[in-house]
């Protein structure tokens, strides 16, 4: 009773003695909620709070045997898949989800339907789908053959539930399909003089994942959402005409079964060069030179091991050439082009290897190695689609368009092909990532013989003060196509561009970011997971940065308001204007023209958007100028800077 007499007292006083507004200002909780956890961010056994696998997490894996044949008189593609799928689960599965990607492609599939009249950039064939027999599902207690197909999404049902932790099953079926023309700009045919070339992806049934977030991803495939994919090894056999060029991810297998002897005398040659070697010469395309069978078929076999995806490439247009990649450590692969007599020349596609091997290079040797031995750029009707070990890009980009659909595609390779995000829910795991590394890799190629923007986040400004702008957590599905290549790649590249160069600095950036990777290479990540790496590793709470420009529209806009003079120092008063808080950096020019720079923490917003610095300083004072190396897209410049009257 003392304890609640003597508070009684102390409340009468602050009530009836001193003014109620000084104690309101000091209730106020000002912008904490800028600052608060921006989600549920608590780990468990499967993710752990600091961001890494738990050390109870799995995930299921897929090997995939693929045996098929190309008849180019018809355009179709036909053969077998033979799954062995293991489920490393805690639980029991009932059913198998599988995707039939290929089943986008007809009138009345969901991706189809929900194309606008006037079309865009994913609009694919309707004369297409998966023809299907011979369907089975193999377990260790019996057989099954039962299944349903919704859409794009086939659904397995097995004899008796799969064990769970190490249960397996193997599946198989027979498979189909005419090869579009238009492959929703991820895959298709294209006719050039020599012949068509064909860019196979999403070619196969292919199992769906089971995670520990959501259980089944089965999301439909529509458009712009692209793919989350199981980790596996791939046995591949393509059976073409003697005169097709097939490239595949992977590795050739038997060489001397479908090249000439000349070729692998070249093959040999360009694993020691830094120079591009031709393997089929502009000159040697079409005729006999280039076939190491007169006629009749050849199987390429290739084989890729811990990938989550293979995609190939055939035709009896392309010139063929390559050169070698210095990995790092040692290692070396081979950088390979293939393309058409209508992409060749110096400001071309002759320079695309030359493109693949300085972004593999760089990469390999900035983020996390190289895991594969080929990378290989094909010319086609797809505008930049990547795959492991393989990219189509289109086949009339030349100079400065080659290199950046060729870098990008490449970079991929690591977001989201090592850390394998779900691009369908979250491209901007992938998307922006690897806009953000790719602007490091043009600086570097070349001694910067490219431009990037990507340092210019001002750039973006026009688009942050749109009014039907859309926030980077928006789907893929869901953001009006103008607004993806924002909400993707723009955006939130230009974060981790911020993040890097503004908030942390390089040093800190970059070890939390490899760190990131590492941990997470061949495992599925959260967005959550890399909040949660990030700042640990960093040891800041990033909460107010992820909340403020990773989802929603907010804006930043700090601002200078006043400068005066305090009994001979200075005081400088800076306002937030935006919806995001900032670190502050400043420049200050004395009279003298010497220069001082004042950096706050963003600390000084969590009260208020108003705050007053001391600086202490015997000159005096000419100008302020907020952010003066332009790393913000701070939508309003003319409050960044103060000048003396």
């Known amino acids: 009773m003392i304890y609640f007499k003597r508070n009684a007292i102390a409340v009468l006083l602050i009530t009836f003695v001193f003014p109620f507004s000084v104690f309101a200002q000091e209730a106020n909780y000002g912008n904490q909620h800028l600052f608060d956890d921006v989600s549920y961010r608590q780990g468990n056994i499967y993710r752990t709070a600091s961001g890494k696998p738990g050390p109870e997490y799995w995930q299921n894996s897929a090997d995939y045997n693929l045996e098929v044949s190309l008849d180019d008189k018809n355009h179709v593609v036909s053969g077998k898949v033979t799954i062995e799928y293991t489920n490393n689960s805690p639980e029991t599965l009932d059913f198998i989800w599988l995707y039939l990607e290929q089943d986008r492609f007809t009138e009345t599939s969901r991706g189809t339907l929900t194309t606008p009249v006037v079309g865009n950039r994913y609009n694919g064939d309707v004369e297409g789908g998966f023809e299907l027999s011979n369907v089975s599902a193999k377990t260790a207690t019996g057989s099954s053959s039962k299944y349903l197909v919704n859409d794009t999404r086939m659904q397995l049902f097995l004899d008796k539930p799969l064990a769970a932790k190490g249960g397996k099953v193997t599946i198989a079926m027979n498979f189909k399909f005419k090869v579009p023309v238009e492959g929703m700009d991820r895959m298709g045919r294209l006719d050039t003089e020599g012949g068509t070339v064909y860019a196979i992806a999403q070619w196969y049934p292919r199992v769906a994942v089971f ?214 829910r979250y491209p901007w795991m992938d998307e922006g990532f690897n806009t953000f590394i790719n602007h490091y890799s043009t600086v570097a190629f070349n001694n910067n013989e490219y431009p990037s923007s990507t340092d210019k986040p001002r750039g973006l400004v026009g688009y942050l003060t749109y009014q039907n702008r859309e926030g980077i957590n928006t789907s893929p599905e869901v953001a009006h196509e103008r607004n993806l290549a924002y909400t993707a790649y723009f955006k939130p590249a230009a974060g981790l561009y911020m993040l890097r160069e503004y908030i942390l600095g390089p040093e800190r950036f970059d070890y939390a970011f490899k760190s990131y990777i590492r941990h997470w290479a061949y495992k599925h990540p959260q967005p959550n997971d890399f909040f949660n790496h990030i700042e640990n590793a960093v040891g800041e709470d990033l909460s107010y940065f992820w909340r403020g420009w990773f989802y929603g529209n907010g804006n930043i806009d700090l601002g200078i308001t006043t400068v005066e003079n305090n009994q001979g120092n200075y005081l400088i008063t800076v306002e937030n204007k935006g919806q995001i808080p900032m670190p502050v950096q400043l420049e200050v020019i004395y009279t003298d023209n010497s220069t001082e720079n004042v950096a706050l923490p963003v600390e000084i917003w969590q009260r208020g958007n108003s705050w007053t610095h001391l600086l202490k300083t015997s000159k005096e004072i000419q100008r302020v100028v907020m952010d003066p190396n332009k790393m913000l897209p701070d939508i309003n410049v003319l409050n960044d800077t103060w000048n003396k009257l």
């Open 211 to 424: 995670d520990d977030v959501v259980g089944w991803n089965t999301e439909p495939y529509l458009g712009a959402g692209e793919f989350y994919c199981e980790y596996g090894d791939f046995d591949v056999k393509i059976t073409a005409a003697a005169n097709q060029t097939v490239v595949c991810s992977g590795v050739l297998q038997n060489p001397k079964e479908v090249l000439t002897k000349t070729q692998q005398e070249r093959f040999a040659k360009a694993e020691k060069s830094d120079k591009t070697v031709y393997i089929i010469q502009p000159d040697e395309v079409g005729k006999a030179v280039a076939q190491a069978k007169a006629s009749g078929t050849l199987t390429w076999h290739y084989k890729m091991e811990n990938t989550r995806d293979v995609a190939w490439a055939a035709s009896k247009a392309f010139i063929w050439d390559a050169a070698r990649m210095n990995l790092g450590d040692g290692k070396t692969g081979l950088a390979q082009s293939v393309y058409p007599k209508e992409s060749d020349g110096n400001d071309a596609w002759s320079r695309s290897t030359e493109y693949t091997k300085g972004a593999i290079e760089f990469y390999s040797k900035t983020y996390y190695p190289y895991p594969y031995y080929n990378a290989i750029n094909v010319a086609a009707n797809v505008g930049g689609m990547e795959y492991p070990g393989v990219s189509f890009c289109h086949y009339t980009s030349k100079g400065s368009g080659l290199w950046g659909v060729t870098d990008h595609e490449f970079g991929h390779n690591w977001f989201p092909m090592i850390v394998g995000n779900n691009e369908r």
